[in-house]
């Protein structure tokens, strides 16, 4: 154990001395913590500011004045997705998707102004988020740093001076480990205070420690990478170019390969294509501004059968407020059954892309960290069917009140000027409050199982490498 | 100066080297995938847009046969607005992903419409794209400093260096030489499948040739700088891996830093309207009209319109020609803060662009996306034809709106078409 220990502090000793793994690492540092800082302002002020927007638009609806329950329909109302709190190391897809959604009647909008479409597209490739520092920018400073750890001693004969001396390949092996661990362990310091800050505010603490511990694997393997390609290389040059040439492969080509990969096996045809389905199916269900359109005959027959009476004028309802409700609801059926189709492919699509995290670890630790951060795909689809769910439930709640609290014939004779077909304004707190929380940590937990699995597979195969390349030192 | 002969013994050389030739085949590979997945993306958004449109005309003409007035004619019938993929779109697919590139609008107000978008996958958007452009503006700088930092070193630590020297000609001409072969083989590893590309395509010559000078005007940067760092380095001695730490270090500052930091900088610096705002807005205005005495909706109508000022008199409370003027109005109402919006972000594209010029990767990303067509002004570009669109369908409704025409099925063959 000394010996290891001792192996250890002789690396960082050289680096100080060498200058160049101090300036990278401080680079590193000073990078993850200028990011850290930077988003968690951004992070706070997005939800501030969606806070607010959430209950203007809520007030907003509360306010309105007496009037036909149907135009409050199409009034309609705003709901703004507010970001998790550790969305400020791990933006995921949060950039790329909508924040806000408008509620009407009839009809289901995406999510509108995605942060991207108001950037200055600089950052398609990097962003200066906490994540992507240290999902592609750690791996490259632990290779500057460490690439020649077992190289250098070969070369200068001094590796087999310590053998003979009686030290063990292990140590060498454990204290050059440790040693390059401990640089990318100094970089993921910022984020680990980060991700206390988020526990401080409000994060579950089992998804913070799982987080930190995600990305502590992920060092792990990166510094497993380094140690492994330096023990089997027999010189500095070739173990450095084949670190990079890794690196690029790792790091930039397969996350990036993945994307386009899913995006070519499973082409999605887009929302407008299940628009036009929906369109079809509607025409067949009827309009539901038409209490007249044959298709709600039945429905009529029905309700007069029921309640005993001749003419819809007779109904103890509103016949229009009826055909609203009815219409709404079959309506609601086809849109939300071609919304969870469109949100299944999506999903498959990325779930192709998720594959890839077997052949490279940084598409593990990206999916872990979008899943456990609450930045993931899933996440966003949960708010387009909680805001779906909020949506239904006004819709409804202003037919029945369309139904019940206006009078059939006031409302058929709604545009002549000496008729007033309203109803109070008391009516609009039929209104639910939104907010989107953030699921609970144990569930975050188990849908990020197969990624920590990866990870795992990951810590595994490059702990066998680095077994298998020490027993060829020996030789 | 450089003799034929240094060529072939180069290459020659080089050609026995399986490190190289691996290498390259691994490049020709990248590109080959590059281009294939950008092909198959083109097409099958062309695909897309093929079948929208015959869609597009079915339902509208189910939809216009129902109806009996030109007004409800306008509320039901829809019109697909699409920004087909050009045909060099496959090398750079740029903001495509982003931007909308296909819009279902109708006579209603647009600024409660323009803002939808069908966007793609955003989980496939935020691992980004492996295209051409990516493939040239971020990667090739790496395979660059990977094949040419140690053509010097390389030789002096494998202890050929003096020998070389004393062998060759002239020294300069020698390391020349290797790193031209080099250069050039690397070139068209990354070129002959763009070019293969580009004919699938039938992308058009001058702007297939401009994308290779983009790379090539790329490739001559980035040899030029590692060549040189290399030279200076090797000359004081430094080892290769310090020379390409140091040429690493350049690309990191130049493809992530120096973009990265101005992403934040120009956020902050170009105030931009938030969308929320827009969204209230346009909302509040549109609904509001239902409340407001007719009055007002006409006054702020014919200030743009003063043409139909005789022709606003209401039968009822109720009139299709006041429910399409008070939804011109609400446009009218968020004009400034929409334009506004669109400012800002053709502001941020500028500034963008300036940083470009300390960001070779950056500007070649953003060179390539242009001759695609697939950047931010084109995005722009779109959305405003959509925008035109959208005021030729006013200008074909208004005055059967207006003169109260009898509803004729045939009077909506004139309806104006979208034309890309």
Request: contains cysteine; hydrophobic residues 45%.
């Given at each position: 154990?000394?010996?290891t220990?001792?192996?250890?502090?002789?690396?960082?000793?050289?680096?100080?001395?060498?200058?160049?793994?101090?300036?990278?690492?401080?680079?590193?540092?000073?990078l993850?913590?200028?990011s850290v800082?930077v988003?968690?302002?951004?992070?706070?002020?997005?939800?501030?500011?969606?806070?607010?927007?959430?209950?203007?638009?809520?007030?907003?609806?509360?306010?309105q004045?007496?009037?036909?329950?149907?135009?409050?329909?199409?009034?309609?109302?705003?709901?703004?997705?507010?970001?998790?709190?550790?969305?400020?190391?791990?933006?995921?897809?949060?950039a790329?998707?909508?924040?806000?959604?408008?509620?009407?009647?009839?009809?289901?909008?995406?999510?509108?102004?995605?942060?991207?479409?108001?950037?200055?597209g600089?950052?398609?490739?990097?962003?200066?988020?906490p994540?992507?520092?240290?999902?592609?920018l750690?791996?490259?400073?632990?290779?500057?740093v460490?690439?020649?750890?077992?190289?250098?001693?070969?070369?200068?004969?001094t590796?087999?001076?310590?053998?003979?001396?009686?030290?063990?390949?292990?140590?060498?092996?454990?204290?050059k480990?440790?040693?390059?661990?401990?640089?990318?362990?100094?970089?993921?310091?910022?984020?680990?205070?980060?991700?206390?800050?988020?526990?401080v505010?409000?994060?579950?603490?089992?998804?913070?420690?799982?987080?930190?511990?995600?990305?502590?694997?992920?060092?792990l393997?990166?510094?497993?990478?380094?140690?492994?390609?330096?023990?089997?290389s027999?010189?500095?040059?070739?173990?450095?170019?084949?670190?990079?040439?890794?690196?690029?492969?790792?790091?930039?080509?397969?996350?990036?390969?993945?994307?386009?990969?899913?995006?070519?096996?499973?082409?999605?045809?887009?929302?407008?294509?299940?628009d036009?389905?929906?369109?079809?199916?509607?025409?067949?269900?009827?309009?539901?501004h038409?209490?007249?359109?044959?298709?709600?005959?039945?429905?009529?027959?029905?309700?007069?059968?029921?309640?005993?009476?001749?003419?819809?004028?007779d109904?103890?309802?509103?016949f229009?407020?009826?055909v609203?409700?009815?219409?709404?609801?079959?309506?609601?059926?086809?849109?939300?059954?071609?919304?969870?189709?469109?949100?299944?492919?999506?999903?498959?699509q990325?779930?192709?892309?998720?594959?890839?995290?077997?052949?490279s670890?940084?598409?593990?630790?990206?999916?872990?960290?979008?899943?456990?951060?609450?930045?993931?795909?899933?996440?966003?689809?949960?708010?387009?069917?909680?805001?779906?769910?909020?949506?239904?439930?006004?819709?409804?709640s202003?037919n029945?009140?369309?139904?019940?609290?206006?009078?059939?014939?006031?409302?058929?004779?709604?545009?002549?000027?000496d008729?007033?077909?309203r109803?109070?304004a008391?009516?609009?707190?039929?209104?639910?409050?939104?907010?989107?929380?953030?699921?609970?940590?144990?569930?975050?937990?188990?849908?990020?199982?197969?990624?920590?699995?990866?990870?795992?597979?990951?810590?595994?195969?490059?702990?066998?490498?680095?077994?298998?390349?020490?027993?060829r030192?020996?030789? | 100066m450089?003799?034929?002969?240094?060529f072939?013994?180069?290459?020659?050389?080089?050609?026995?080297?399986?490190?190289?030739?691996?290498?390259?085949?691994?490049?020709?590979?990248l590109?080959i995938?590059?281009v294939?997945?950008?092909?198959?993306e083109?097409?099958?958004?062309?695909?897309?847009?093929?079948s929208?449109?015959?869609?597009?005309?079915?339902?509208?003409?189910?939809a216009?046969?129902?109806?009996?007035?030109y007004?409800?004619?306008?509320?039901?019938?829809?019109?697909?607005?699409?920004?087909?993929?050009?045909?060099?779109?496959?090398?750079?697919?740029?903001?495509?992903?982003?931007?909308?590139?296909?819009?279902?609008?109708?006579?209603?107000?647009?600024?409660?419409?323009?803002?939808?978008?069908?966007?793609?996958?955003?989980?496939?958007?935020?691992?980004?794209?492996?295209?051409?452009?990516f493939?040239?503006?971020?990667?090739?700088?790496?395979?660059?400093i990977?094949?040419?930092?140690?053509?010097?070193?390389?030789?002096?630590?494998?202890?050929?260096?003096?020998?070389?020297?004393?062998?060759a000609?002239?020294?300069?001409?020698?390391?020349?030489?290797?790193?031209l072969?080099?250069s050039?083989?690397?070139?068209?590893?990354?070129?002959?499948?763009?070019?293969?590309?580009?004919?699938?395509?039938?992308?058009?010559?001058?702007?297939?040739?401009?994308?290779?000078?983009?790379?090539?005007?790329?490739?001559l940067f980035?040899?030029?700088?590692?060549?040189?760092?290399?030279?200076?380095?090797?000359?004081?001695?430094q080892s290769?891996?310090?020379?390409?730490?140091?040429?690493?270090?350049?690309?990191?500052?130049?493809?992530?830093?120096?973009?990265?930091v101005?992403?934040?900088?120009?956020?902050?610096?170009?105030?931009?309207?938030?969308?929320g705002?827009l969204?209230?807005?346009?909302r509040?205005?549109?609904?509001?009209?239902w409340?407001?005495?007719?009055?007002?909706?006409?006054?702020?109508?014919?200030?743009?319109?003063?043409?139909?000022?005789?022709?606003?008199?209401?039968?009822?409370?109720f009139?299709?020609?006041?429910?399409?003027?008070?939804?011109?109005?609400?446009?009218?109402?968020?004009?400034?803060?929409?334009?506004?919006?669109r400012?800002?972000?053709?502001?941020?594209?500028?500034?963008?662009?300036?940083?470009?010029?300390?960001?070779?990767?950056?500007?070649?990303?953003?060179?390539?996306?242009?001759?695609?067509?697939?950047?931010?002004?084109a995005?722009?570009?779109?959305?405003?034809?959509?925008?035109?669109?959208h005021?030729?369908?006013r200008?074909?409704?208004?005055?059967?709106?207006?003169?109260?025409?009898?509803?004729?099925?045939q009077?909506?063959d004139?309806?104006?078409?979208?034309?890309?």
């Amino acid at each position: 154990m000394n010996a290891t220990k001792q192996i250890m502090l002789d690396e960082w000793r050289y680096w100080q001395r060498t200058k160049l793994a101090t300036t990278v690492i401080f680079i590193g540092v000073v990078l993850t913590l200028a990011s850290v800082v930077v988003n968690t302002i951004e992070v706070r002020q997005a939800a501030d500011e969606r806070k607010h927007f959430q209950q203007v638009s809520e007030s907003r609806f509360l306010e309105q004045p007496d009037r036909h329950p149907h135009r409050m329909v199409h009034y309609g109302h705003y709901v703004f997705r507010a970001p998790s709190p550790l969305s400020m190391i791990e933006p995921g897809v949060d950039a790329y998707t909508g924040t806000s959604i408008f509620l009407e009647g009839h009809r289901q909008n995406s999510a509108t102004f995605a942060d991207q479409r108001q950037s200055s597209g600089l950052t398609r490739f990097s962003s200066l988020s906490p994540a992507f520092l240290m999902q592609v920018l750690v791996p490259l400073l632990m290779i500057l740093v460490g690439y020649a750890c077992i190289t250098r001693e070969k070369e200068a004969g001094t590796l087999n001076i310590m053998l003979t001396q009686g030290v063990k390949k292990r140590e060498v092996l454990t204290g050059k480990f440790l040693a390059l661990v401990g640089s990318g362990l100094l970089v993921l310091l910022p984020l680990a205070l980060a991700s206390i800050w988020a526990s401080v505010t409000g994060e579950s603490i089992i998804v913070t420690t799982g987080f930190v511990v995600g990305y502590f694997l992920y060092i792990l393997i990166w510094g497993a990478i380094v140690l492994w390609v330096s023990t089997f290389s027999s010189r500095k040059n070739t173990s450095f170019a084949s670190l990079i040439c890794l690196w690029i492969a790792l790091c930039i080509l397969i996350p990036r390969i993945s994307s386009s990969t899913a995006a070519s096996i499973v082409p999605s045809p887009g929302k407008l294509e299940a628009d036009f389905a929906v369109l079809e199916e509607l025409r067949k269900l009827g309009d539901g501004h038409n209490a007249s359109d044959p298709a709600f005959n039945q429905l009529k027959a029905n309700l007069l059968a029921k309640h005993n009476v001749n003419d819809i004028a007779d109904l103890p309802v509103n016949f229009r407020g009826v055909v609203a409700e009815y219409s709404e609801e079959k309506l609601t059926k086809v849109l939300n059954q071609f919304a969870e189709i469109r949100m299944q492919e999506e999903v498959s699509q990325a779930e192709i892309a998720r594959h890839f995290g077997w052949l490279s670890p940084t598409v593990s630790i990206r999916t872990f960290s979008m899943m456990m951060a609450g930045t993931n795909l899933e996440t966003h689809h949960r708010f387009l069917r909680e805001a779906e769910a909020l949506r239904y439930e006004f819709i409804q709640s202003l037919n029945h009140v369309h139904q019940h609290k206006l009078d059939y014939h006031t409302d058929i004779n709604r545009y002549r000027d000496d008729v007033v077909a309203r109803v109070d304004a008391g009516n609009w707190n039929i209104l639910s409050s939104f907010s989107f929380e953030p699921q609970p940590g144990m569930a975050r937990l188990h849908q990020s199982l197969l990624y920590s699995l990866q990870l795992l597979f990951w810590c595994i195969v490059t702990l066998l490498l680095i077994k298998r390349a020490s027993r060829r030192m020996e030789q | 100066m450089i003799r034929f002969s240094d060529f072939s013994r180069e290459t020659i050389f080089l050609s026995r080297q399986p490190y190289v030739l691996i290498f390259l085949m691994i490049v020709l590979a990248l590109s080959i995938f590059s281009v294939w997945s950008g092909i198959a993306e083109t097409q099958a958004q062309q695909n897309t847009i093929e079948s929208l449109l015959e869609k597009d005309n079915v339902d509208r003409a189910q939809a216009l046969e129902k109806q009996s007035s030109y007004g409800s004619a306008a509320y039901y019938s829809f019109h697909l607005t699409y920004f087909p993929p050009s045909p060099l779109a496959f090398a750079a697919m740029g903001q495509r992903d982003i931007y909308p590139w296909k819009h279902r609008i109708r006579m209603l107000a647009l600024e409660g419409q323009i803002y939808e978008t069908d966007a793609d996958n955003p989980e496939l958007s935020f691992l980004g794209r492996f295209d051409f452009a990516f493939l040239i503006s971020v990667l090739m700088p790496l395979f660059i400093i990977l094949l040419l930092h140690d053509i010097r070193s390389s030789e002096r630590e494998a202890g050929r260096f003096d020998l070389l020297i004393v062998t060759a000609r002239n020294q300069h001409t020698l390391w020349t030489a290797r790193a031209l072969v080099l250069s050039i083989a690397l070139m068209l590893v990354l070129l002959l499948p763009l070019f293969v590309g580009a004919a699938i395509m039938q992308a058009s010559l001058s702007k297939t040739v401009l994308m290779a000078l983009i790379t090539l005007a790329h490739l001559l940067f980035w040899g030029a700088i590692t060549i040189t760092v290399g030279k200076l380095m090797a000359m004081r001695g430094q080892s290769s891996p310090r020379i390409a730490s140091a040429l690493l270090a350049l690309w990191l500052t130049l493809a992530v830093i120096v973009p990265v930091v101005s992403d934040t900088a120009i956020n902050k610096t170009v105030k931009s309207p938030n969308g929320g705002d827009l969204l209230l807005l346009q909302r509040e205005t549109v609904n509001d009209a239902w409340d407001l005495p007719f009055s007002d909706t006409w006054d702020a109508f014919l200030s743009k319109h003063p043409d139909w000022a005789e022709h606003t008199q209401m039968e009822s409370s109720f009139e299709w020609k006041w429910y399409y003027a008070f939804q011109q109005v609400g446009d009218q109402k968020t004009e400034d803060l929409s334009n506004a919006y669109r400012n800002a972000i053709a502001k941020k594209d500028t500034a963008a662009g300036v940083v470009a010029f300390f960001s070779p990767p950056m500007m070649t990303q953003r060179l390539m996306t242009s001759l695609a067509d697939t950047d931010i002004t084109a995005s722009l570009g779109y959305e405003q034809r959509v925008r035109d669109f959208h005021q030729s369908l006013r200008y074909f409704y208004y005055p059967l709106l207006f003169n109260k025409s009898e509803f004729n099925l045939q009077v909506m063959d004139d309806l104006p078409r979208f034309l890309p």
